[in-house]
């Protein structure tokens, strides 16, 4: 029995050995040269493909349940115009539901409640960005008379900003050409790289103001124009 202990304590001993898993440390060639360090942005142009928009509809009334009942009965409408206009459910967001108070302020008197301010307002996406005014006008037709937008963005980004970091990358390595050259020198090798993170400039956003039941002008026109995406790199570079 003393035996067995024996052995089984000798194999228990051995297993976290066994286990173990060897690493291999790997030298860092020392910089002997010059090191560069050097920033370069890459930027293409795309055509937005989405528009983002707030539509909605405010009510008033001299009760609370009124008001609210109407907003809610006129946006009912709205949202029978966006799906009539073939905006899929995922694409319609609430954005915003509130009901205020109004008061009547009179020198040396207490506030009178007036009635109440009941706003119902929803993120619309729109994928058809030439139809967008079209079904504008469609909702104020419906009874929406607050719109706010558009932001015009790109769905997908992604391949326009591997683009970006293509010419990112070039224009770095031209740089440090560039300097080697000046500096009577040559690239040796490339030592590191980081990305700041990709970037769309932002476009000048377009408000549309609707008031009463129609819009301002008879037919509402959104052009996407163009979006620059950026992207920056920071590379580090050795000379000799």
């Known amino acids: 029995m003393k035996a067995f202990l024996l052995a089984a304590a000798a194999i228990a001993g051995a ?3 066994a286990a173990q898993t060897d690493t291999v440390a790997v030298p860092v060639q020392a910089v002997t040269g010059t090191r560069l360090d050097v920033s370069a942005t890459g930027e293409v142009r795309r055509v937005p493909d989405l528009a983002i928009i707030s539509a909605g509809v405010v009510t008033r009334s001299t009760g609370a349940s009124a008001a609210i009942q109407e907003n809610a009965q006129r946006m009912e409408r709205v949202r029978a115009a966006l799906r009539a206009a073939g905006i899929a459910e995922r694409d319609i ?8 108070p109004e008061y009547r302020y009179a ?8 009635g109440y301010t009941a706003s119902n307002q929803v993120s619309v996406r729109f994928r058809d960005i ?9 909702l104020v037709a419906q009874g929406a008379n607050q719109i706010n937008g558009p932001s015009l963005t790109i769905e997908r980004p992604e391949a326009a900003l591997d ?4 010419r990112a990358i070039a224009a770095g390595r031209a740089r440090a050409e560039l300097y080697a050259r000046a500096l009577g020198m040559r690239v040796v090798r490339l030592l590191s790289v980081s990305e700041s993170g990709g970037y769309s400039a932002p476009l000048p956003q377009m408000e549309i ?3 009463g039941s129609r819009m ?3 037919d509402t026109k959104i052009d996407p124009g163009e979006q620059r995406l950026q992207v ?4 580090s570079f050795e000379l000799r």
């Not at 030439?130 to 469609?138: K, W």
């Open 163 to 166: 683009e970006a970091r293509t």
């Open 209 to 211: 103001m609707v008031t």
């Open 130 to 138: 030439r139809n967008t005014g079209r079904i504008l006008d469609a």
């Open 216 to 218: 301002a002008a008879p």
């Open 232 to 235: 920056t790199v920071g590379m």
């Open 15 to 17: 297993v976290p050995a």
């Open 107 to 114: 020198e040396n008197q207490p506030p009178q409640l007036v």
């Open 93 to 100: 967001q609430t954005s915003n539901i509130s009901l205020n």
